[in-house]
């Protein structure tokens, strides 16, 4: 059974910081993995999607990163804002969706 | 416009009822989903359909019973109400999940609390 971690669970910075948010999968044999941001009395907004044959994509100040082979994933976010505040959720596709448990950002002004 | 929309966002009500929450998409998507978020914020997936057809099923109570009168709509009704039942429930689109590329996109959430 597929089981997704998300380390930290919560992450404070001050603003303009560069930051790193793990993600770690139990099965690689997904077919692809997102990142997806929860702001409070919103649905999820999809970051990034990385097919299983990539290793990374890049969104302006997000880059994502995937290695299967060790069933990790990474979500760089260069220059902290605050407007990045949310939880981050990582999520890997075999058959199903299966997320982790977020990672919730606090960037102070 | 909201792409996926869901109603209601909220919903309280007694242990025994029958409710239903409607989710509706505006993207031209094929694939509609209904997730639950679980106590340890983890959302696992329910149904699954694809065009007005069943694809996913996963193991959940009789009681919960997804309907799709068209590729446009995906709602879930649920009877005799349990406590357990207690959660929030998302709804979702993909363009066609036989791609396994295509990314989802979730409605808000509907927090139902079951009293």
């Known amino acids: 059974k597929q089981e997704v971690t998300q380390i930290p669970a919560a992450l404070s910075v001050p603003e303009g910081e560069n930051l790193v948010l793990n993600c770690s999968f139990t099965?690689?044999?997904?077919?692809?993995l997102q990142w997806f941001r929860r702001d409070p009395g919103k649905g999820l907004t999809s970051l990034l999607l990385?097919?299983?044959?990539?290793r990374e994509q890049t969104s302006g100040r997000l880059n994502a990163s995937l290695d299967k082979s060790s069933g990790r994933s990474t979500l760089y976010i260069a220059a902290s804002q605050p407007g990045d505040s949310a939880t981050y959720l990582c999520?890997?596709?075999?058959?199903?969706?299966?997320f982790g448990g977020g990672t919730r950002l606090m960037v102070k002004p | 416009d909201t792409a996926v929309s869901q109603t209601p966002k909220y919903l309280v009500t007694q242990m025994g009822n029958d409710k239903s929450i409607k989710c509706e998409q505006n993207?031209?998507?094929?694939?509609m989903y209904w997730y639950k978020q679980d106590s340890k914020k983890f959302l696992k997936i329910m149904f699954s359909?694809?065009?007005?057809?069943?694809?996913i099923n996963e193991t959940v109570p009789n009681r919960f019973s997804p309907k799709s009168p068209d590729k446009a709509h995906l709602n879930l009704h649920i009877n005799s109400l349990e406590l357990g039942d207690s959660a929030v429930y998302f709804c979702?689109?993909?363009?066609?999940?036989?791609?396994?590329?295509?990314?989802?996109?979730f409605g808000e959430g509907s927090r139902l609390t079951v009293l």
């Open positions: 979702a689109s993909s363009q066609d999940f036989r791609q396994n590329t295509g990314e989802l996109f």
């Open positions: 099965d690689s044999a997904i077919y692809n």
């Open positions: 990385i097919q299983s044959s990539q």
């Open positions: 999520a890997v596709e075999i058959n199903m969706l299966t």
């Open positions: 993207l031209g998507h094929d694939t």
């Open positions: 359909y694809n065009n007005k057809e069943l694809i």
